[in-house]
């Protein structure tokens, strides 16, 4: 064994970590190693924090490399851009789970960089990076309350399996992403095919037991290879102006916190924040300290009306869930829409269809692939009554439509049964809360709007926690505040047969797993509630599609006669799409998928492509058109390169002299097969075609 190296079983391969040999100028750097995938991952500190400083700025950043699976990446620069969707929600993988466990007050900027090297196409590096991070974290110098250890489980034929290979994920009806420490589960990530909570809470049990051999050999690995840590400052809020702003406002705040509505709430907030500054603020003490101050008095206050008088701001229950409205068909000119609103939380979510020319291409480590579903979510800065540019959307943005799509893929029909690409984009129009979860509601409403035909209605809820030494409380639905001044963002999507998406981020070190069994079971009851509100509005999809759609028809080809369906450079297919403006999508198994929102086009479309690709038949009708003229006869054209000879006996009932007295080249008629010899030659009747119609 190399001396900066440790090393344990981990599902089917071992799990390898090194430092000291690569990026040393690092606070900390290791290597991660599984099977034939390898990630470097570097943790950086500065020495110092900027002036006026009042949060922690943790950066994550993940690279996939293309060279690591031996591959030379697309585009005209032929390297590396901008992070893609799956490289963000990587780096928020990682980030999610480490930034609890940082010692409150820290404020010295870190960095985590994770680089893919290596990629086997068989084990996804992204467990790799979270638990590299880890180990960077608690090798070096950083201040870091670790070790953190992440783990991928899923359930397969009806076994769970501990870091599935892609090919397993591909037949799982679960998927877990488990982050834990010493005191419990700190992350999940999870999306599944409508499974029930025991199997769900058995899937997490068994990644938690692995974990725990992790767990040691990150500690082994600081014991041997860690720095001694930084003694650097943290911020803390002078006791003595905490007494001066908790005496002046104690009294207000309970005032305050009796009134349900967040703007007047807010207002009224603001208002004793400027007063207190105006009474405290002196040469030792700064505006921003006040507003410190008094953020930590608002989330005690908070925090005991819960913990102590057993009521939420709002005056509801722990488990009650907010005033929810469902409206379908908002908008008139769009295939499907809905407004779905709880509370003041409200997504606005529209469904377009397109064909198989809209599908999204994804450049991925382990090869290309395309998507047909696709979840987009917005969050204008008016939903919260702010003022901000408008920008592509941020690392917030793509997570939780991520979350979103997850909850929603497993009552998606499949592409054989509904030929469609589904694009839904949630539109945030008020955010008091749990917008994730309000965009599963109203893109699952948009899509029965749009007539796809799900196999079920989605919900989504999301849970809160609050927590001290002598008691805990578990919050259905909670609110913007609860969430800012709460333990827990717990977020459970699911139909009525089970658990579609899960996602829960903490911010204290840890949960045991009955605690989240309980908020599991608490999310059920809930998600049952908000079903039966949704199927009020809309119990099933649409039978048809809005008019201003596209109508999909499937033909099916013989595979030999693709390539005459294509032409010579794509001569022949181009042509039909020009003269009938549908849309055409032609699969390597010969499906051919035709597109348009006009009827009469799709079928002429498809009158053309059966005219190429299905055999002559004796006896059927054809539209013919003149080619060519002899002496003997017209050779007519009744398909792309398909001709026939009609004989001048066959141009009509009564006598020809010359055949130009009857047809002239260009002319097109009706004309029957009459006949096809054993050259293949065609045979057809002018004549006997008009005594048949």
Do not use: W
Not at 282 to 309: D, G, M, Y
Not at 577 to 596: F, M, R
């Amino acid at each position: 064994m190399q001396e900066n190296v440790v090393r344990a079983a981990f599902g089917s391969q071992d799990f390898i970590l090194e430092t000291g040999k690569v990026a040393k100028q690092a606070n900390g750097s290791v290597t991660v190693q599984y099977g034939g995938t390898v990630v470097l991952v570097t943790a950086c500190m500065s020495k110092g924090i900027k002036e006026g400083q009042d949060f922690f700025p943790l950066t994550v950043e993940y690279q996939e490399k293309t060279y690591a699976a031996g591959r030379i990446p697309g585009g005209f620069f032929k390297r590396e851009g901008r992070p893609s969707e799956s490289e963000i929600l990587t780096a928020r993988l990682i980030d999610r789970p480490i930034r609890p466990l940082f010692p409150k007050g820290f404020l010295n900027e870190v960095q985590i960089i994770s680089v893919v090297l290596s990629s086997d196409g068989e084990n996804d590096p992204d467990i790799l990076a979270v638990n590299g991070a880890s180990a960077a974290l608690m090798i070096s110098d950083i201040p870091f309350n670790g070790p953190l250890v992440c783990c991928r489980v899923a359930n397969v034929d009806g076994r769970i399996i501990l870091n599935p290979t892609y090919a397993e994920l591909e037949k799982a009806d679960l998927e877990v992403i488990i982050a834990a420490n010493n005191k419990g589960v700190v992350m999940l990530e999870s999306k599944a095919k409508e499974v029930n909570e025991e199997l769900y809470m058995e899937a997490v049990n068994t990644g938690s037991k692995a974990l725990e051999d992790m767990i040691r050999l990150q500690e082994e690995f600081q014991k041997k290879f860690g720095k001694k840590k930084s003694e650097v400052g943290l911020k803390k809020t002078d006791p003595e102006l905490l007494k001066k702003v908790e005496d002046s406002s104690i009294g207000r705040l309970k005032e305050i916190y009796q009134i349900g509505n967040k703007d007047e709430r807010e207002e009224q907030v603001d208002l004793l924040s400027a007063e207190l500054q105006e009474k405290l603020a002196c040469e030792t003490c700064t505006v921003s300290q006040i507003k410190s101050a008094l953020v930590e008095v608002e989330k005690e206050q908070v925090r005991n009306k819960i913990l102590l008088e057993n009521s939420r701001v709002d005056g509801r229950s722990f488990t009650e869930i907010r005033p929810i409205s469902c409206e379908v068909a908002v908008l008139p000119r769009t295939h499907g829409s809905s407004l779905f609103t709880r509370g003041q939380t409200q997504s606005l979510a529209v469904t377009t269809l397109g064909t198989g020319e809209d599908e999204q291409m994804i450049e991925a480590l382990e090869g290309e692939k395309f998507k047909s579903f696709m979840l987009h979510y917005s969050f204008p800065p008016f939903s919260v009554g702010e003022t901000a540019p408008l920008r592509g959307p941020g690392r917030r943005e793509i997570g939780h439509g991520a979350l979103a799509e997850k909850a929603l893929l497993a009552v998606m029909p499949t592409k054989e049964k509904f030929p469609y690409t589904i694009r839904v984009v949630s539109e945030i129009l008020e955010s008091n809360g749990s917008s994730s979860m309000a965009t599963v509601c109203a893109a699952t409403l948009s899509l029965m709007d749009a007539g796809v035909p799900i196999k079920d209605t989605v919900a989504g809820v999301a849970l809160g926690l609050v927590k001290n030494a002598t008691k805990t409380v578990i919050l259905t639905d909670i609110s913007g505040l609860e969430d800012h001044f709460g333990d827990m963002d717990f977020k459970v999507a699911g139909t009525r047969s089970g658990v579609t998406a899960v996602q829960l981020d903490l911010k204290i070190d840890g949960i045991d797993l009955g605690l989240l069994k309980k908020c599991l079971m608490q999310a059920k009851d809930a998600r049952l509630v908000i079903l039966d509100k949704m199927n009020a509005s809309l119990e099933k999809p649409r039978q048809e599609l809005s008019s201003f759609a596209p109508r999909i028809e499937v033909l099916k080809i013989n595979t030999e006669k693709i390539g005459e369906l294509i032409g010579p450079g794509g001569k022949t297919i181009k042509a039909i799409i020009a003269a009938t403006g549908a849309s055409i999508d032609i699969q390597d198994d010969g499906t051919v998928l035709v597109g348009s929102t006009d009827a009469a086009k799709s079928a002429d479309a498809i009158k053309m492509i059966k005219a190429i690709t299905e055999d002559v038949e004796v006896g059927r009708i054809y539209i013919a058109k003149v080619k060519r003229i002899m002496p003997f006869g017209a050779f007519c054209e009744i398909a792309p390169r398909k001709e026939g000879l009609v004989h001048v006996s066959e141009l009509s009932s009564t006598f020809v002299k010359k055949v130009e007295e009857v047809v002239k080249i260009g002319d097109e008629f009706k004309v029957k097969v009459i006949g096809i010899d054993e050259l293949g030659r065609i045979n057809l009747s002018k004549k006997q075609a008009e005594e048949t119609s």
